[in-house]
C-alpha cells in the first residue's frame, strides 16, 4: 500500500523535454497520484534536439517546452521549470550557474527527495551525465540537509526487447535520431538497481506523455506505436533506481511507494 506523500515536494531534474516521460514518466505520475507536488526541472530548452543533428534551433526549443507543458499535465506534475542553460553543452557550461539554480531552489523549497539521472545519463549521453553531476553535487553541498538522491536507471536488455517486440509488430527503426540509437547501450554501464516502483496501472499515462512530445516522437517513427498496452505494461510497468550514497537525515520517499 503505497504512503500518503501529501505535503511533500518531490523535486525531478532533467536535460530535456522528454527526458522526465522516458526516465521515469510513471513514477512520476505514482508520485504524483500519491500526493506528492512533483517539480520538474529541464535544464534546456532542447533546441539542439532537431533531426537534422545538432544545429541550434530556437523556435523547436520553445515547441518542446510546450510539449513539456502538455507532458507534465499529463503526469500530475505540479509545478515546471524550464531554464536557458545551453542545450548540447550541459557538461561544460554555466556549471556555477547552473549548481546555484538547483541549489538556491532546494534551499528555499526542501525537497523530500530528488530524482535525476545515473552516472551513465541511460545512455551515456554526455547532457544527461552533465545534469546528473550538477544535480549530485548541488545535493551533497546541503551536507546534513541533503535530501534522499535518487538515481533513475534502466535494467539491462530492457529496451532491446522493447524494440524487438516492436520489430515484429511491423516497426523499422529510423536511419536518425533518438530511435536510431542501438538499443543495448541502454543501462549498459549503470550500477544495478536497487529500487523497483511497479508502474504497470500507470503506463497508459507515461506513454500518452511521450507522445505529446511529438516533435521527439514523430508521426510513427517510434516503437511505442507499435506495442500494445499488454506488451507496454509488462515492458515498461516496472521502473527501476538506485539511491545515492550521500549522508541523510531524510526520510525515504521512493521506497515507499
Known amino acids: 500500500m503505497t504512503a500518503t506523500l501529501a505535503g511533500r515536494l518531490v523535486l525531478a531534474v532533467f536535460a530535456h523535454p522528454d527526458d522526465?516521460?522516458?526516465?521515469?514518466?510513471?513514477?512520476?505520475?505514482?508520485?504524483?497520484?500519491a500526493g506528492a507536488e512533483v517539480v520538474v526541472m529541464s535544464a534546456s530548452h532542447g533546441e539542439r534536439g532537431g533531426q537534422s543533428g545538432p544545429v541550434r534551433d530556437d523556435a523547436?526549443?520553445?515547441?518542446?517546452?510546450v510539449e513539456l507543458q502538455q507532458a507534465a499535465r499529463v503526469l500530475g506534475v505540479s509545478r515546471l521549470f524550464v531554464w536557458d542553460h545551453p542545450d548540447g553543452d550541459l557538461r561544460w557550461a554555466g556549471v556555477p550557474e547552473f549548481h546555484a539554480d538547483l541549489v538556491l531552489f532546494m534551499r528555499?523549497?526542501?525537497?523530500?527527495?530528488?530524482?535525476?539521472?545515473?552516472?551513465d545519463g541511460l545512455y551515456w549521453h554526455l547532457d544527461h551525465v552533465g545534469v546528473h553531476e550538477r544535480t549530485t553535487a548541488a545535493v551533497r553541498s546541503l551536507g546534513d540537509e541533503a535530501p534522499p538522491l535518487y538515481y533513475t536507471t534502466m535494467a539491462r536488455g530492457m529496451m532491446p526487447e522493447f524494440v524487438q517486440t516492436a520489430k515484429r509488430r511491423g516497426w523499422t527503426p529510423p536511419q536518425k535520431g533518438f530511435?536510431?540509437?542501438?538499443?543495448?547501450?541502454?543501462?549498459?554501464?549503470?550500477e544495478p538497481p536497487t529500487i523497483t516502483i511497479d508502474v504497470a496501472d500507470w503506463v497508459v499515462r507515461k506513454l500518452t506523455a511521450l507522445q505529446c512530445h511529438h516533435s521527439q516522437m514523430g508521426d510513427d517513427a517510434h516503437p511505442l506505436a507499435h506495442v500494445?498496452?499488454?506488451?507496454?505494461?509488462?515492458?515498461?510497468?516496472?521502473?527501476?533506481?538506485?539511491?545515492?550514497?550521500?549522508?541523510?537525515?531524510?526520510?525515504?520517499?521512493?521506497?515507499?511507494?
Open 108 to 119: 528555499r523549497h526542501r525537497p523530500a527527495c530528488v530524482i535525476t539521472f545515473g552516472d
Open 179 to 190: 530511435w536510431s540509437l542501438m538499443p543495448e547501450v541502454f543501462g549498459i554501464g549503470a
Open 60 to 65: 523547436l526549443g520553445r515547441r518542446r517546452s
Open 228 to 257: 500494445d498496452d499488454v506488451d507496454a505494461r509488462r515492458l515498461l510497468g516496472v521502473e527501476y533506481f538506485h539511491r545515492a550514497d550521500i549522508p541523510t537525515t531524510g526520510a525515504p520517499v521512493l521506497e515507499t511507494l
Open 20 to 33: 522526465e516521460s522516458l526516465a521515469c514518466g510513471g513514477t512520476l505520475a505514482r508520485l504524483a497520484d
